[in-house]
């Protein structure tokens, strides 16, 4: 039976086999907190890479052994208080009714409650926004992709944020349409993004790495397959990944007939091209397309295949986005294909 | 500890039973349904089609939770996915919860308080046929192929116009209806509450129960009241073109949140409260003791119902308001942490070495506990402004909340079911059942939403379809899969026996529990005539108190013993005051029919006619609507003649007034209720009013000239005067002038009249239309809603007219206080008016 459990409920199991008596009870917590490995924790707020989600963890962790005493001590009181004999002398609480309910009921959360509130505040003012940022990062929500400017960089990409490891990036977040949520656990918390209204947040990663992100504001039909990438580079390999998106090259002779498949099959009516007539705003720049992770925010790998069926038919793939079905010719979709996913 | 107040012997001083009986039965047959207005029938439909909606809820959370069971499923389409978790959230939130506690202190509440049915019956079946049709209309979007895809709280620009259709136009309606529904029980439970309780029941004799129902009373009309008005603008968006919510038009999303949560945090509580007063109500009973630290409890529940108030931007910390502001907001929800830790403390010190009997009531108690503690530090740590940040619409989130109103609120639902069961039907829910079914549901309840926690710290998001298999999650999601399918069984146990016991339970005797409250000391189930006699009370455990020797007071006693069995050919109940409780007037209640019911019919008939573009439908039924709403309201004069004619012997035997004015009559309460509401409606449009002005950059929005001062100057110049000749009316009223109440009432009808038309002149010559901006929205809809409260008025000064001139022979006795609610109805248009002008008029030039 236990070879058709799902990896983590099986270590679950495992670990509360292993455990023994009283001991249960927190390895069954821990069974839960723990359950999966590194590798499964892509968006996961409780392996943070950076210090805002460290900070925010280590607050979650406080809380967690804190309530987890309280929680006890109120079950124990109150087993206690059902089911013990009553002793000789009357059958009230111990220190008698109304100190009870005082002690337990006031004075114990105020105690705990007034800790809790300066770790808050504390952790609210180390996490506002750090006085230096050395870049600038606009995301805009559409539904369901988003769209990354670099102002001062004049680029602009879709679904994947490239940004400097070791400093702060200063986000301007924007929505096209409906409310969205700009949220990158590993990295920080979340902050909406609403029409009409602009939002400034920011992110920062110690190490180079790709960190999952995903729409965390309820935004229609797909709002479940809206997610990015934020790749952290260091800082060399950052400035470098600038200098060449700032660098256009026509595309080689090779791709020619790609291209026009591209200008003639409608493409260019939504995409934006940098270089080329399609200067289209309603779906994602497409101009760096080949370098990117994923295809339809998140929801497929980049590979020229993943790519072919998604021209043909991202309908089956993500229902209800705004890309129709094509029907191009086999040898069009082809050239189509090798023209985007090529370095331009 | 044993009942003592037995109904009362038929002794000298009584009525004719048969007759009495007579007066308060119910009517016969079928249609019975639509024509009742007992509390009882009433109280037992909310909850009957409260359940059912609570099943298809339910069946809902069935569906996604297979759907999520594992990654990348493909069970339901996405969209099949957002309308059930949309239709589930809210018909959870605004059709069963709230409407099934409704039933029940409708139920309970007037045997608790030792009187015989709410304050207005007629108003409790106007509820409960609007909210049943609300709850019709927000399930016919599945009739329409276009339900919902909004989620309960309905965020615009995502549920506006540009991105959803007649679905979501119907189920804003029927939120609309629920709302009134609401918003009507609790004007009716506050005033019940505060006035019509057992001669002798001060407010600290009042049992626990009735305060937490009276705290939810007051904050059932806030919060309702701040919802409507929101939905109200949001519906208006949809079918006439209004902009408030469209950002592109000068609307503000934000705006709907602030008013979304102004009501969506308070709904909590509201749910919780009384939950409370359940758990409160029922430990006493099973330790045998009266709660430890009454008072303390009190002061707890008042401050919840206060501070939730003051919480509802914590569901607002990631739309970036200042930190500084967040601050306060996490201070007050830790407040609110104490109000709860008060009672769970005083719940076990009550408890404590009594070992109280294990039976189903007191299982879902410690059920409760259990749940609810961990609910409620979950929901401490989600207040703690940055830890929110990260699981703020994640699963985290979801497995919260679900801790609190499943084990904080439907538990305690579920212990006052077996506990009260005795009451609704005179039989005991089997024992054996209701422990299969409280295990079954405990172990459920956990297995399914415990592991929800790790999915949202591990990065789930809330409302998605589906998730990638890379997050790592399949396993909680499968865990909480089969937890959810042996929670739907354990409920199912709870409902099955209802059904099985309902013919074969076992008979329960008056006082099966050894209860403390007046509901003990009748018979079960309740009968027709909830008190032959209406106890005098001395005690806040009135069926535990054994000391005769308090039975002292003569007043409390002379007013109980002059309702024995009389009325007899009136309802009539006693008023007390609100402090003390002594007894201080007999004040009939209306006999019942069809208006009510007929009324919420046709205005959802005339509502859906408006949505489907039938406007002859509409127009017809709103007017036939209308009708029916003055039959309502119109003094019944047959039974008003019966009230005249036995009213001076009552009067000489209780010495206590039939036909009375102020605070000591029932119609006096009722519109003290109603400016309340309409103040409060009025409070939140001025607010969205200075919202909207805060965060555009010009006011008036798009080069929009500010307001015109003279012409609007005399339209309410007219209405402020129009208060005069009302004035004038009162006054000669009460000298019997028969010539000076015409003139004054005519004169303010032609005053009213002069304003709307002098109001619609002028804004007949303006540029700007509703259209425009959400300025233009705000400016007529406040104009509108002015208009219609004056025509509301004036139909109530013509009906007062009418009567005085037809039938003089009231004058000395119900008309005073028609004559007085209906002038304090016109003084507060008067008041509104100026606000208004001084809000919309002069405010843009300030």
């Known amino acids: ?344 | 500890m044993s009942s003592t107040a037995a109904p009362p012997e038929p002794a000298d001083y009584a009525g004719d039973l048969e007759e009495f009986n007579k007066t308060w039965a119910g009517p016969k047959g079928f249609f019975k349904w639509f024509a009742t207005i007992d509390n009882g029938p009433i109280g037992f439909g909310f909850m009957f089609f409260s359940v059912v909606f609570f099943l298809l809820a339910g069946l809902m959370a069935l569906l996604m939770r297979v759907q999520l069971a594992v990654s990348e499923n493909t069970f339901l389409s996405p969209e099949v996915y957002n309308q059930l978790f949309t239709m589930h959230g809210s018909t959870m939130m605004y059709l069963f919860i709230v409407p099934f506690l409704e039933g029940l202190i409708m139920i309970l509440l007037p045997p608790m308080l030792g009187t015989r049915d709410m304050a207005f019956p007629n108003t409790s079946s106007f509820g409960m046929w609007t909210f049943l049709s609300g709850g019709l209309m927000f399930y016919m979007s599945f009739a329409l192929g276009d339900v919902p895809t909004i989620g309960w709280f309905a965020y615009p620009p995502l549920s506006g116009p540009e991105y959803t259709g007649l679905g979501t136009s119907f189920w804003l309606l029927g939120l609309g209806m629920a709302e009134i529904a609401g918003i009507l029980s609790g004007l009716e439970i506050v005033v019940s509450c505060l006035k019509i309780r057992a001669p002798g029941m001060s407010l600290a004799r009042m049992p626990l129960f009735a305060w937490t129902i009276l705290v939810t009373g007051v904050m059932i009309v806030a919060a309702f009241t701040t919802l409507l008005t929101a939905t109200m603008m949001l519906e208006l968006d949809h079918e006439i073109g209004t902009q408030f919510f469209d950002p592109n038009h000068g609307g503000k999303p934000l705006l709907w949140q602030h008013l979304f949560w102004f009501f969506g945090h308070p709904e909590v509580y509201i749910m919780f409260i009384p939950a409370t007063g359940f758990i409160s109500s029922i430990v006493p009973v099973f330790a045998k003791r009266p709660l430890v630290a009454h008072t303390y409890v009190i002061i707890a529940i008042v401050l919840m119902g206060f501070l939730s108030f003051g919480l509802w931007v914590h569901h607002m910390f990631a739309t970036g308001i200042p930190w500084l502001s967040m601050s306060f907001f996490t201070a007050a929800s830790l407040m609110i942490a104490i109000a709860s830790g008060i009672q769970v403390f005083a719940w076990i010190a009550t408890l404590w070495g009594t070992r109280p009997a294990m039976k189903t009531p007191m299982l879902w108690v410690m059920g409760f506990l259990f749940i609810f503690v961990l609910g409620g530090l979950t929901g401490v740590m989600v207040a703690i402004v940055p830890f929110d940040w990260q699981v703020h619409d994640t699963f985290f989130l979801v497995a919260h909340f679900h801790y609190v109103l499943i084990g904080g609120v439907l538990f305690p639902c579920l212990a006052a079911l077996y506990y009260w069961m005795p009451k609704l039907n005179g039989r005991m829910l089997s024992e054996r059942m209701g422990k299969w079914s409280f295990w079954t549901t405990f172990i459920g309840f956990n297995v399914a939403f415990f592991p929800m926690h790790m999915m949202g710290l591990l990065g789930m998001p809330r409302r998605v379809y589906t998730y990638p298999s890379s997050l790592g999650l399949d396993g909680y999601n499968m865990v909480a899969t089969v937890g959810a399918f042996l929670l739907a069984l354990g409920f199912l146990l709870t409902v099955a026996n209802v059904i099985v016991s309902a013919r074969k339970g076992e008979r329960a005797g008056a006082d099966p529990w050894g209860g403390d409250t007046l509901e003990w000391a009748i018979s079960s189930p309740l009968p027709g005539p909830m008190f032959y006699q209406i106890p005098p009370v001395y005690s806040r455990h009135p069926s535990w108190e054994t000391d005769e020797s308090k039975r002292q007071d003569e007043r409390i006693e002379r007013a109980s013993r002059a309702t024995a069995n009389k009325p007899e050919t009136w309802r009539g109940i006693l008023m007390v005051d609100v402090l003390n409780g002594l007894p201080q007037s007999i004040q009939p209640l209306s006999k019942g029919g069809y208006a009510p019911s007929f009324a919420a019919l046709m205005i959802t008939v005339a509502s859906m006619g408006a949505l489907l573009k039938l406007y002859l439908v509409g127009a017809i039924c709103i007017l036939l609507a209308l009708v029916s709403i003055i039959v309502w309201l119109w003094p019944h004069e047959a039974y008003l003649k019966k009230i005249r004619e036995s009213a001076p012997a009552l009067e000489e035997e209780s010495g206590l007034p039939v036909f009375t004015t102020g605070e000591k009559s029932i119609p006096w309460w009722g519109i003290v209720g109603q400016i309340s509401t309409v103040s409060l409606m009025f409070s939140v449009l001025f607010y969205s009013y200075f919202y909207l002005r805060l965060y555009s950059p010009t006011w008036p929005q798009g080069g929009i000239p500010r307001p015109d001062l003279l012409m609007p100057g005399v339209a309410y110049g007219l209405l402020a005067a129009s208060a005069l000749p009302q004035l004038w009316a009162r006054r000669a009223f009460k000298r019997g002038e028969e010539w000076q109440v015409s003139g004054g009432l005519i004169g303010t009808l032609l005053l009213g009249a002069a304003f709307i038309w002098a109001l619609y002149a002028y804004l007949g010559g303006l540029e700007f239309t509703h259209r425009t901006n959400a300025y233009g929205s705000m400016f007529y809809l406040i104009q509108w809603l002015m208009s219609g409260l004056v025509g509301v008025g004036m139909l109530l000064n013509l009906g007062l007219h009418y009567r005085y001139r037809r039938v003089p022979e009231d004058r000395e006795h119900f008309m005073p206080v028609q004559m007085q609610v209906t002038a304090m109805f016109w003084y507060f248009l008067a008041v509104l008016g100026i606000a208004v002008y001084g809000v919309v008029f002069l405010s843009p030039y300030v």
């Not at chain 1, 039976?1 to 455990?19: C, F, N, Q, Y």
């Not at chain 1, 805009?140 to 070791?166: F, K, L, M, S």
């Not at chain 1, 079905?325 to 050239?335: D, K, T, Y």
């Open chain 1, 1 to 344: 039976m236990t070879e058709t459990m799902p990896p983590s409920l099986k270590r679950g199991v495992g670990r509360i086999l292993r455990a023994r008596g009283v001991w249960a009870v927190p390895a069954l917590g821990a069974a839960f907190l723990l359950g999966g490995c590194e590798g499964d924790r892509i968006q996961s707020t409780l392996h943070p890479a950076s210090e805002a989600a460290a900070k925010i963890a280590w607050l979650w962790w406080v809380m967690c052994g804190a309530f987890t005493a309280v929680f006890l001590l109120v079950m124990v009181l109150l087993l206690l208080g059902v089911y013990r004999r009553p002793s000789g002398e009357g059958t009230g609480p111990p220190l008698g009714g109304t100190r009870f309910v005082i002690l337990g009921g006031i004075a114990m959360p105020t105690v705990i409650l007034l800790g809790l509130l300066i770790a808050s505040l504390e952790t609210t003012v180390a996490l506002r926004l750090p006085e230096k940022q050395t870049l600038t990062v606009e995301v805009i929500g559409h539904r369901w992709w988003w769209e990354v400017r670099y102002p001062d960089q004049n680029i602009v990409t879709a679904n994947e944020i490239q940004i400097p490891t070791g400093v702060p990036v200063r986000l301007v977040l924007k929505s096209a349409d409906v409310i969205h949520s700009f949220w990158v656990p590993r990295l920080n918390g979340k902050m909406d993004m609403i029409p009409g209204h602009t939002n400034t947040f920011w992110i920062a990663a110690e190490k180079p790495g790709e960190y999952r992100g995903q729409c965390a504001e309820y935004c229609g039909l797909q709002h479940a397959k809206m997610a990015f990438y934020v790749v952290a580079l260091p800082p060399e390999a950052f400035r470098a990944w600038v200098a060449e998106r700032q660098t256009p090259r026509p595309a080689p002779e090779a791709f020619l007939p790609g291209q026009e498949v591209f200008m003639q099959a409608g493409c260019k009516n939504c995409h934006t091209v940098r270089g080329t007539a399609a200067v289209g705003r309603v779906g994602p720049d497409l101009t760096h397309l080949g370098s990117r992770i994923s295809l339809g925010a998140g929801e497929i790998p980049n590979t020229p295949g993943h790519l072919g069926g998604w021209i043909g038919n991202s309908q089956r793939i993500k229902p209800g986005n705004l890309m129709p079905r094509s029907f191009l010719a086999p040898e069009e979709l082809h050239a189509l294909v090798r023209y985007l996913e090529a370095p331009k």
